[in-house]
């Protein structure tokens, strides 16, 4: 069996473990005789599975009681509409941290429905960095605070939560969610596809405090309030059942590694390979500013464009793939979510080495 080194930003490698489970139950779950994918969502052992899913997941991330876990379609992208329709209810108005083209898009769509405050941007630098933002400017009475707490295209994280007092706020934890330690009553929403650090593309998790569920804009549709979905269980029609299944055992493998805690210790280990070497490296530069660099996705330039494309291309013929960076970027980028093993890194690490050797002058 051939497994390379995926380092693709989304959809993404999952744990061996994981498929080879998955690939054990695919013709037959349990004595059912049928595959989860033939299961009416109605069954009982289907009932089973979305259940054991969300235990999980709550047992891992420490969800409060007071919180709703939703298995919604759309991906993070219908997160953008979702979010005003539901949440500006109040002054119609939300502030929102620019640091990406997924917040431009959620700032896009937001305007549609409310006043939309953009308190500080990182677009002047591509979005290297994370802006400072000045609590004086925060709009005292805005419905919610919007932020992106990791930002996939250009590798930074925001480490520091804002005090937005009785604000709620709603992160976009799409590249995230997972792969550290989280205070989840801290904030009002937290939404991820799952396709980067979950698993499968096809279902969206939003966790969302109770109270925020109720009051959507008269002009929501049905499928887009999460009303909808929070009276039902996430069955008020046909839920994504087999990317949850996937979820579900990707819960249950973080829970086996010893929860987000050790695979939290697991990603600083691997993150450090790679910008540790950045900081000593002649010819491998990281395009981040250093206090703000992801622990998931970590771009990278050589001094050419040319040698660029040549690392790219010699790093595929070792099986090292997906590792072209974002256009917008240029260069390289690493994307090291929870399923990539250290091993995977420290390879990566030795050729860029072997790489840096060879070229240099
Ligand atoms: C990938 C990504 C999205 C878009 O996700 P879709 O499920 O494709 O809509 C949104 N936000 C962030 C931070 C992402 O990484």
Partial sequence: MKRVYNFSAGPSM?????LEQASKEMTSYGDTGMSVMEMSHRSKAYQEIIDTTEATLREIMAIPDNYKVLFLQGGAS???????LNLMNG????????T??????????AKKYGQVNVLASSEDQTYN?????DKSTFTPDADYFYIASNNTIYGTKMNALPDTGDVPIVADMSSNILSEEMDVSKYGVIFAGAQKNMGPAGVTIVIIREDLIGNAMDITPTMLNYKTHADKGSMFNTPPTYSIYIAGLVFKWIKDMGGVKAIQARNEEKASLLYDYFDSSKLFKGTVVKEDRSL??????LPTDELNAKFIAEAAKRDFVNLKGHRSVGGMRASIY??????GVKKLVEFMKEFEAEHAE
């Fill in 91 to 98: 002054s119609n108005k939300a502030d929102f941290v620019n």
């Fill in 14 to 18: 999952l744990p061996l473990e994981v």
């Fill in 129 to 133: 960095y994370i802006p400072k933002l």
């Fill in 100 to 109: 990406g083209a997924w917040t431009k898009k959620a700032i896009a769509e």
């Fill in 78 to 84: 219908t997160q953008f509409a979702m979010i005003p």
């Fill in 296 to 301: 998931m996705n970590i771009p990278f330039v």
């Fill in 338 to 343: 929870n399923a990539m093993p250290v091993e």
